[in-house]
Nanobody, 115 residues
Framework: QVQLVESGGGLVQAGGSLRLSCAASGRSFSTFALGWFRQVPGKEREFVAAISWSGRIANYADSVKGRFTISIDNAKNTVYLQMNSLRREDTAVYYC????????WGQGTQVTVSS
């Protein structure tokens, strides 16, 4: 069965950095894009970043461009989100997603940025 397991969330001060990881298992993801979304209570889940399995194509939400970097390690079936210059408005539950022949979600990891 497909599993996406996130890790790396936590509490950080504004201006700090965190790196999220998402380990994918249960099927081949070679035809998938892997991405990160985030959600705060009372709001819809929003797109943060996505990357093709090859790693050649990456896209970012305007709100995180220049601060976040998505990357992928095919050998480990793991996608990363390096988050720098964090702001209070980045506080959210971050979800990993695999999009292709179907759509899969991880359980989410909390990121809290304090001022």
């Amino acid at each position: 069965q497909v599993q996406l397991v996130e890790s790396g969330g936590g509490l950080v001060q504004a201006g700090g950095s965190l790196r999220l990881s998402c380990a994918a298992s249960g099927r081949s993801f070679s035809t998938f894009a892997l991405g990160w979304f985030r959600q705060v209570p009372g709001k819809e889940r929003e797109f943060v970043a996505a990357i093709s399995w090859s790693g050649r194509i990456a896209n970012y939400a305007d709100s995180v461009k220049g601060r976040f970097t998505i990357s992928i390690d095919n050998a480990k079936n793991t996608v990363y989100l390096q988050m720098n210059s964090l702001r209070r408005e980045d506080t959210a539950v971050y979800y990993c997603s695999a999009i292709g022949e179907g759509k899969y979600w991880g359980q989410g990891t909390q990121v809290t940025v304090s001022s």
